[in-house]
């Protein structure tokens, strides 16, 4: 098919319907395969819930979660994944009614439909990355970069095996984020501000350690502390879009404090308060464990992020690209997760870090275009294809031959005789 002849929108409509597809197509093929009875459960029954309790029990205090002294139960994530995940519940839940069928609220029929709103999201969600990357890195790295973010990094396990978790749609609103951020302090546009306090609001509500984020739009394209001056005078005389930040953000979460009051009785509540989940690592962070530990740490996993780091030091150093405000958001994001309470254990890499890929694409893309693009093509192509080839190669392993880094005898030896048996076909023994 020529499609050099047909409108951009055309063309994005066409990438989009492959990418969608081929993305459910594999998260499909998990279901089918290694979750023959599947479920919807864990920390995806969590967020998912609000919606059968809302339009199926007709009660949204009727959901899983900690049981309080007044009788009902707490569901202690908040609604902001069901809200993506509405549009395709609805559409199915409609269709559960027109052909008089009453699928179970958990099962695989609405496991599908999560799936395909993750898909969807996260097809937006790189789409806008490219954008904004194109616009500052040129078409051969941006390419090259989003490819890596979605294909060489533990995102791809998050959109497919695990798509009802809630980093798919955290990195969609991330990437907004980054998108209109830009757009709104090159332009000033009411509309742009109004679009980038949804997605910051969004993020927040979706996972509350996601709180950061503001910290990344604040100091974005400030480099120094007349600029710091510059941007806080600006908001000054421009009350009107301060005031339009804090309004949509608190209009984001009345769905939320409505909910804390109907089942507590107050309308702010620490909801992770109920199971004792808390910081109790804050004044010693276990660093060493979120970035190199071999059960769910982030990099072992994750290994192409090690250029994104260096990169971003880099631009700290030399003021370049936003280099301070990405620092100090994942700085500040590093800190919250060295000091939560567990450490993810169970989830394929440091799983946090997910949705801040948008954020440490800047320095991946600005590394790969001057150490890597710039002097070989061809040593890009083998590059990105080796960074590709291994992070599939260990998701699958993941997945359909049960890496065993849940459990506590899990190690460095048995980490690297599974990368024998990935990569050279070795028997393992333990």
């Keep these: 098919m020529n499609v050099g002849r047909y409108p951009k929108s055309i063309k994005i409509g066409i990438v989009g319907l492959l990418f969608i597809t081929g993305n459910f197509w594999f998260g499909n093929h998990v279901f089918e395969t290694k979750f023959k009875e599947y479920r919807i459960f864990s920390d995806a029954l969590g967020y998912y819930s609000y919606l059968p309790a809302l339009f199926i029990e007709k009660d949204i205090s009727v959901q899983y979660g900690y049981s309080l002294p007044n009788g009902k139960f707490i569901n202690k994530y908040n609604y902001g994944v069901a809200f993506f ?4 519940f609805l559409i199915q839940y409609k269709l559960a009614g027109l052909f008089k069928v009453k699928p179970d609220s958990y099962g695989i029929y609405y496991a599908r439909g999560i799936l395909l709103s993750s898909s969807i999201y996260l097809f937006f969600g790189l789409l806008m990355l490219y954008t904004y990357l194109k616009s500052f890195f040129g ?14 990094t533990n995102l791809f396990f998050y959109a497919t095996a695990e798509s009802g978790m809630s980093h798919v749609y955290s990195f969609f609103c ?17 509309s742009y501000h109004s679009i980038n306090a949804l997605f910051i609001a969004f993020v927040i509500v979706i996972r509350p350690i996601n709180v950061p984020i503001v910290v990344f739009f604040l100091f974005y394209d400030l480099y120094s502390f007349v600029d710091i001056k510059r941007r806080i005078v600006f908001y000054f005389k421009n009350i009107h879009i301060s005031l339009l930040y804090v309004f949509l953000s608190i209009l984001v979460f009345i769905p939320q404090m409505i909910y804390w009051k109907m089942v507590t009785g107050n309308y702010l509540v620490y ?7 808390s910081f109790i690592y804050w004044n010693s962070p276990r660093f060493l464990d979120v970035f190199f530990g071999v059960q769910c740490g982030w990099l072992p996993y994750t290994p192409v992020m090690i250029i994104a780091l260096i990169g971003l030091v880099i631009l700290i150093v030399n003021r370049k690209y ?27 890499g440091y799983r946090s870090f997910v949705e801040y890929y948008p954020l440490l694409s800047i320095p991946l ?9 710039d002097r ?3 040593f890009t192509v083998l590059f990105t294809v080796f960074v590709i080839y291994v992070n599939l190669k260990i998701t699958y392993f993941n997945i359909f031959l049960g890496w065993n880094w849940c459990d506590k005898e899990w190690s460095w030896l048995m980490y690297w005789k599974a990368l024998k048996y990935i990569f050279f076909n070795e028997i393992i023994k333990y």
């Excluded at 984020?177 to 090159?186: N, S």
């Excluded at 936003?322 to 989830?347: K, P, Q, V």
């Excluded at 893309?365 to 693009?373: D, H, L, Q, R, V």
């Design 376 to 378: 070989s093509t061809i």
């Design 174 to 190: 991330v990437t907004g984020v980054l998108y209109f951020t830009e757009k709104a302090i090159r332009t000033n546009y009411l």
């Design 271 to 277: 909801s992770y308060g109920y199971n004792n989940e």
């Design 322 to 348: 936003n280099g301070l405000a990405i620092g100090l958001t994942f700085l500040f994001i590093s800190y919250l997760c060295a000091s939560w309470w567990c450490n993810f254990s169970c989830s394929f």
């Design 139 to 152: 078409l051969y790295a941006s390419t090259v970069t989003t490819s890596l973010i979605y294909l060489g």
């Design 365 to 373: 893309a600005w590394t790969i275009k001057k150490y890597i693009i």
């Design 85 to 88: 995940e509405m549009p395709i």
